[in-house]
């Protein structure tokens, strides 16, 4: 579980972060602004001490000064202040007209030296905090009087000052020190403000609309709104953005993208109030046809074209709705007669029949329509739906719901699952999954319990509970039965893992299905591995037949489990007789036993009996920790479902 904090704890932390960042980009900063200070003024400084030397050299120079006069007039000048040191240096150039001095040699070769004899201005600060400046003297066109071998431009010396920083450095230190203590000051002192200001006007608020925005959220309501008080203008934009933004949500969730009508979902939320009404079906006749010849964005017109026909038809009062495709329904909430009725259904199929819907500039299309109508407080769509389906194969242009067409529609769905029944009999298409059932103390897994899928033309699995009791009428489910059975001794004949089987009492009186149990018992030598789940909520009246097929697959090392135990008569008595050896508690018990006591009571008195009984209890359907973790608590030794795994096609 991750560590959870509070806001003055962020706000704590994001204030000591920042002053922390702020105090070491103030150091940095103030170390760089010093040298950088100490550059500009050294550099301006000694510059102009550099010209005033050469000044005074040049004006002695001109007035026909010596070798040993300018040296003379430098040591002098070197007298004034001991922490200062100038130097001059001559180019060659220079020296072939007015010779060498020996102690310039021992300097020539330094970099910054050659660098100030080409012509820069060279400032450097050592590491004994001495600064050193090199100026470069140009010839200009007055000196080629005496330099004769010079060029403008060319560098006939160079100046040397050295001196130390001592007085610019403590100035420079102080003026620094007090900016990084004023720096310190203001930044807590703004801080501290911002903190007091942030939870007053920021963090509170927010915090406000965060848990509106969750209450609406959690109540999955998108046509509440925000409505906070407050004086914020940041928030209040918010607040109407986070609204603007749920109306728009809204007006896609509850609306046709194409036609603008309220949809189907709109449509539930008003039958949900079980008014007394009229439910009306609108379906266009061969609508895919429309869109096959002339393209969906044709059919997409006659749709809207169609919607604005049928409005001008109805009253004001009556609700419109655009379901999928090509239906629309009229919804009124009014006491109609049958004749009334018959009446308005007549009028909006011919009406439409009638009308010319252009789609293009000389082009258009003549559309019919079918009506299925349902009139009551109940089931509207689904009874509408199956009066629409009957019109259609009777060819009728509209139908009221009759009760006798529900049955009907029962009829062909079994012909239908029928059908696919047999061909999945026939085509190999009834497929066994895997689900895991593990050890409620370890969480390992125990053994796998073969269930039952087919698999259907989009190749999807679909579950018994859809066939199986239809299965039973058409005389399939013996069948079915049985090639589950080959299939899983298949999949667990050459695996070390137990598995189970689901089989009922009418598989136990069935002789084919038991001769080929008994047949794969002694083909595979795998008996001790399987176990038979026998439905208990079917009822187990015949003792006799059961009972000799529970010790006929017990001489082969199997074991027995009752089923859905819970959910058919229960008898604690008749698990002795059948000598069981797992009692597989029933789901609708399970799947609410870490919130409901009476479950709690029920699935702990079976698990005290099993105990004393020496029988083993599984608990099926735990979906949920909670769940998982009640059944820990309650003693029960297995455990089943989604939670720990679902049914799968291949071992995991």
């Given at each position: 579980m991750k560590k959870r904090t509070s806001y003055t704890k962020v706000i704590g932390s994001v204030i000591l972060a920042s002053l922390t960042i702020t105090l070491i980009s103030v150091f940095f900063y103030s170390t760089y602004m010093k040298k950088q200070a100490i550059l500009s003024l050294s550099k301006d400084d000694a510059k102009k001490t550099s010209m005033l030397i050469f000044e005074s050299l040049y004006s002695g120079m001109a007035k026909g000064w010596t070798k040993e006069d300018i040296d003379n007039t430098i040591s002098r000048l070197n007298e004034i202040d001991k922490n200062m040191n100038i130097n001059v240096f001559r180019s060659k150039k220079v020296a072939e007209i007015f010779g060498k001095n020996e102690n310039e040699k021992e300097n020539t070769n330094l970099n910054s030296l050659a660098k100030a004899f080409k012509g820069e201005e060279i400032l450097e600060i050592t590491k004994d905090d001495i600064i050193q400046f090199h100026y470069p003297v140009?010839?200009?066109?007055?000196?080629?009087?005496?330099?004769?071998?010079?060029?403008?431009?060319?560098?006939?010396?160079?100046?040397?000052?050295?001196?130390?920083?001592?007085?610019?450095?403590?100035?420079?230190?102080?003026?620094?020190?007090?900016?990084?203590?004023?720096?310190?000051f203001f930044t807590f002192f703004i801080f501290i403000l911002l903190f007091f200001k942030f939870n007053q006007y920021l963090i509170k608020p927010i915090k406000n609309f965060i848990l509106t925005v969750d209450s609406i959220s959690n109540d999955s309501d998108i046509s509440k709104r925000l409505t906070l008080e407050n004086n914020i203008t940041e928030i209040n934009s918010m607040q109407n953005v986070f609204n603007n933004m749920l109306d728009s949500l809204e007006n896609q969730f509850y609306n046709d993208a194409l036609t603008?009508?309220?949809?189907?979902?709109?449509?539930?939320?008003?039958?949900?109030?079980?008014?007394?009404?009229?439910?009306?079906?609108?379906?266009?006749?061969?609508?895919?046809?429309?869109?096959?010849?002339?393209?969906?964005?044709?059919?997409?017109?006659v749709l809207k074209k169609l919607a604005t026909s049928i409005k001008s038809m109805i009253d004001v009062e009556n609700q419109f709705y655009k379901l999928h495709a090509d239906e629309y329904v009229l919804y009124c909430v009014k006491k109609f007669d049958l004749e009334e009725l018959e009446g308005i259904a007549?009028?909006?199929?011919?009406?439409?029949?009638?009308?010319?819907?252009?789609?293009?500039?000389?082009?258009?299309v003549y559309i019919n329509v079918t009506i299925g109508m349902s009139y009551g407080d109940s089931y509207l769509l689904t009874q509408a739906?199956?009066?629409?389906?009957?019109?259609?194969?009777?060819?009728?242009?509209?139908?009221?719901?009759?009760?006798?067409?529900?049955?009907?529609?029962?009829?062909?769905?079994?012909?239908?699952?029928?059908k696919k029944l047999k061909f999945a009999v026939e085509n190999d298409m009834v497929v066994p999954f895997y689900q895991q059932i593990v050890d409620c103390k370890t969480q390992e897994i125990v053994k796998y319990e073969s269930l039952m899928r087919i698999e259907d033309e989009n190749g999807d699995y679909i579950p018994p509970i859809y066939f199986l009791a239809l299965s039973k009428k058409n005389r399939i489910y013996h069948e079915l039965t049985k090639i589950m059975i080959?299939?899983?001794?298949?999949?667990?004949?050459?695996?070390?893992?137990?598995?189970?089987?689901?089989?009922?009492?009418?598989?136990?009186s069935h002789v084919e299905v038991v001769e080929l149990i008994i047949e794969k018992l002694e083909s595979t030598g795998i008996g001790k591995y399987v176990s038979f789940e026998i439905l208990e909520s079917e009822g187990i009246e015949n003792f006799e037949a059961v009972i000799e097929f529970i010790e006929q697959v017990k001489h082969y090392g199997c074991s027995i489990s009752i089923d859905d135990f819970g959910t058919?008569?229960?008898?604690?008595?008749?698990?002795?007789?059948?000598?069981?050896?797992y009692i597989k508690i029933d789901g609708s018990m399970i799947k609410t036993i870490d919130r409901d006591v009476n479950s709690q009571m029920v699935v702990e008195t079976i698990a005290e009996f099993a105990k004393k009984m020496g029988i083993k209890t599984i608990a099926e359907f735990v979906h949920s920790k909670s769940v998982y973790d009640k059944l820990v608590e309650l003693n029960i030794d297995y455990a089943q479902g989604y939670y720990l795994g679902a049914p799968t096609k291949e071992i995991i």
């Open positions: 140009i010839a200009t066109q007055e000196c080629l009087k005496c330099h004769t071998n010079a060029q403008k431009q060319d560098v006939l010396g160079v100046i040397e000052i050295s001196y130390p920083i001592v007085d610019v450095k403590v100035s420079l230190a102080k003026m620094t020190n007090f900016f990084v203590l004023f720096i310190v603008g009508l309220p949809n189907r979902r709109r449509l539930l939320d008003v039958l949900e109030r079980k008014e007394e009404a009229l439910l009306m079906i609108v379906n266009i006749d061969g609508f895919q046809e429309i869109n096959n010849l002339y393209g969906h964005d044709i059919g997409d017109t007549l009028h909006i199929v011919d009406s439409i029949t009638k009308e010319y819907f252009s789609i293009e500039k000389d082009n258009g739906d199956m009066a629409l389906r009957v019109a259609k194969k009777e060819k009728k242009k509209y139908l009221m719901y009759e009760s006798n067409m529900k049955k009907t529609q029962e009829y062909e769905n079994n012909l239908k699952w029928t080959r299939k899983t001794f298949a999949k667990f004949e050459k695996k070390p893992y137990h598995f189970s089987i689901n089989i009922s009492v009418e598989d136990i058919g008569y229960s008898n604690f008595e008749y698990l002795m007789k059948l000598k069981v050896d």
